[in-house]
């Protein structure tokens, strides 16, 4: 983000020419940072950390504590080794944030910085009267179209206070406040610019409460969207199936849920056959004043089968599935990793039902996708990413925002790398807005 609306305070938002940059997201879960230095025009990352949230500190909505929060960003700081000063940090939550991409028509910079206020104004979902807005042509527009790309973020003064509050409680500066969407973004164009600079991609980040689905052409935003649909069903899931508490169901989801390798094949098989799949899809329009809004799918049933991998086995099927319906075949006599997808089952149809509806959306625009790349401490989950090819019938890889980039972080073991990288994608992308204009 880079202007502001009202008071004309905006001299935080416009980041500065600076040689090195501290990378912060902060999570409803975990807090993670990324201090990445220019050595010679290519980005070093010298520090990388983790630390959990302070809890009742931040939801789905924002951050509600500075101070815990920026305790533990001074923690974490201090922990990792990170010395840098000046922070680049993202800014997120539905009440906090709004991140929408629109078609406009093609204008010079005075005309559409007029147009873009308009659309600012009539845009503002948020009660607060003072507001920091910004916007940028997202370029790569068809030479030969009459309509360009502009994404727009706008955000209420009291969310930008309170995230300033956070970086100044830990003893840093705030260089930059961005949004999740074009801080992926720029993390795709460095490590990704090889795969995917000609290639759509959807990047799934799922994080603790929310996940966001974010359509890109190479590192150019198409489709930014953001669902209730985190890692913490999951846990919950687990928890109330199998009575547990929900820091042992949390343990139990990473260390040994498994998604069996059938699983996807059914619920591609059941989407396929379900007209309701595809049906309102021309109704869904995100970049709407008023978007479809989410609904949970209601519970899976457990199919009545007594051998899924028999082809003349019967199945127990709900006359009317849901869209994108899991429906599963279940042995019988379950082994604790059958029990553990059964628990989580109706959780992954919401899940799976949100990417494909994003997907079918952009399908229907005239677009296609080629990929989709999982990010976010969510895709930790064992065996998500095989369940999400076999359901969409698109290659599905989990994402590394730490390929190509040279990592000398002293204080950073290889195996912490390796466990954790997945969930450094908006910390990663924000350390590298010193690279990019």
């Given at each position: 983000?880079?202007?502001?609306?009202?008071?004309?305070?905006?001299?935080?938002?416009?980041?500065?020419?600076?040689s090195?940059?501290?990378?912060?997201?902060?999570?409803?879960?975990?807090?993670?940072?990324?201090?990445i230095?220019s050595?010679?025009?290519?980005?070093?990352?010298?520090?990388?950390?983790?630390?959990p949230?302070?809890?009742?500190?931040?939801?789905?909505?924002?951050?509600?504590?500075?101070?815990?929060v920026?305790?533990?960003?001074?923690?974490?700081?201090?922990?990792s080794?990170?010395?840098?000063?000046?922070?680049?940090?993202?800014?997120?939550?539905?009440?906090?944030?709004?991140?929408?991409?629109?078609?406009?028509?093609?204008?010079?910079?005075?005309?559409?910085?007029?147009?873009?206020?308009?659309?600012?104004?009539?845009?503002?979902?948020?009660?607060?009267?003072?507001?920091?807005?910004?916007?940028?042509?997202?370029?790569?527009?068809?030479?030969?179209?009459?309509?360009?790309?502009?994404?727009?973020?706008?955000?209420?003064?009291?969310?930008?206070?309170?995230?300033?509050?956070?970086?100044?409680?830990?003893?840093?500066?705030?260089?930059?406040?961005d949004?999740?969407?074009?801080?992926?973004?720029?993390?795709?164009?460095?490590?990704?610019?090889?795969?995917?600079?000609?290639?759509?991609?959807?990047?799934?980040?799922?994080?603790?409460?929310?996940?966001?689905?974010?359509?890109?052409?190479?590192?150019?935003?198409?489709?930014?969207?953001?669902?209730?649909?985190?890692?913490?069903?999951?846990?919950?899931?687990?928890?109330?199936?199998?009575?547990?508490?929900?820091?042992?169901?949390?343990?139990?989801k990473?260390?040994?849920?498994?998604?069996p390798?059938?699983?996807?094949?059914?619920a591609?098989?059941?989407?396929?056959?379900?007209?309701?799949?595809?049906?309102?899809?021309?109704?869904?329009?995100?970049?709407?004043?008023?978007?479809l809004?989410?609904?949970?799918?209601?519970?899976?049933?457990?199919?009545?089968?007594?051998?899924?991998?028999d082809?003349?086995?019967?199945?127990?099927?709900?006359?009317?599935?849901?869209?994108?319906?899991?429906?599963?075949?279940?042995?019988?006599?379950?082994?604790?990793?059958?029990?553990?997808?059964?628990?989580?089952?109706?959780?992954?149809?919401?899940?799976?039902?949100?990417?494909?509806?994003?997907?079918?959306?952009?399908?229907?625009?005239?677009?296609?996708?080629?990929?989709?790349?999982?990010?976010?401490?969510?895709?930790?989950?064992?065996?998500?990413?095989?369940?999400?090819?076999?359901?969409?019938?698109?290659?599905?890889?989990?994402?590394?925002?730490?390929?190509?980039?040279?990592?000398?972080?002293?204080?950073?073991?290889?195996?912490?790398?390796?466990?954790?990288?997945?969930?450094?994608?908006?910390?990663?992308?924000?350390?590298?807005?010193?690279?990019?204009?």
């Amino acid at each position: 983000m880079g202007s502001q609306e009202g008071k004309g305070r905006d001299s935080y938002l416009m980041a500065k020419k600076l040689s090195s940059v501290l990378g912060v997201d902060i999570g409803s879960q975990s807090i993670k940072i990324c201090e990445i230095r220019s050595q010679g025009k290519e980005p070093v990352v010298t520090a990388l950390g983790i630390i959990p949230t302070p809890e009742g500190a931040v939801d789905h909505t924002g951050v509600y504590n500075s101070d815990a929060v920026g305790s533990a960003l001074k923690q974490v700081l201090s922990q990792s080794g990170a010395s840098v000063s000046q922070v680049v940090v993202s800014i997120a939550g539905q009440a906090s944030v709004l991140v929408r991409t629109l078609e406009v028509p093609k204008m010079n910079a005075a005309e559409l910085k007029e147009h873009m206020q308009w659309e600012i104004n009539r845009n503002i979902p948020f009660a607060e009267s003072t507001i920091v807005s910004d916007f940028k042509p997202l370029g790569g527009d068809d030479p030969n179209s009459p309509n360009m790309d502009v994404v727009m973020a706008i955000a209420p003064q009291s969310a930008i206070d309170t995230i300033m509050a956070c970086i100044k409680k830990a003893g840093r500066s705030t260089s930059a406040i961005d949004v999740e969407p074009l801080s992926i973004a720029r993390s795709i164009r460095r490590s990704y610019d090889d795969l995917l600079s000609d290639k759509t991609v959807c990047v799934v980040d799922i994080g603790h409460k929310t996940t966001c689905i974010n359509i890109y052409h190479g590192d150019r935003l198409l489709m930014p969207r953001q669902v209730p649909v985190g890692g913490e069903l999951f846990t919950k899931a687990l928890a109330d199936a199998l009575s547990i508490s929900v820091d042992d169901a949390e343990v139990l989801k990473l260390q040994q849920v498994q998604i069996p390798d059938w699983a996807g094949v059914t619920a591609a098989a059941d989407a396929f056959a379900d007209p309701g799949v595809t049906a309102g899809f021309a109704a869904y329009n995100p970049f709407a004043d008023d978007p479809l809004p989410f609904t949970p799918a209601p519970a899976a049933p457990v199919p009545d089968v007594s051998n899924p991998f028999d082809p003349d086995a019967t199945f127990a099927v709900d006359p009317t599935p849901s869209v994108g319906g899991v429906q599963t075949p279940v042995p019988a006599d379950d082994h604790p990793t059958d029990q553990y997808y059964n628990a989580i089952a109706p959780i992954l149809e919401e899940f799976v039902s949100e990417v494909r509806r994003s997907i079918d959306y952009y399908r229907s625009r005239g677009g296609e996708i080629d990929a989709v790349e999982l990010c976010g401490g969510g895709a930790k989950l064992g065996g998500l990413g095989s369940f999400l090819s076999k359901s969409l019938g698109i290659e599905c890889d989990a994402y590394d925002p730490l390929r190509r980039l040279n990592v000398n972080a002293r204080k950073v073991a290889p195996a912490f790398v390796e466990e954790h990288k997945q969930a450094f994608a908006v910390a990663v992308g924000n350390g590298l807005h010193i690279f990019f204009d």
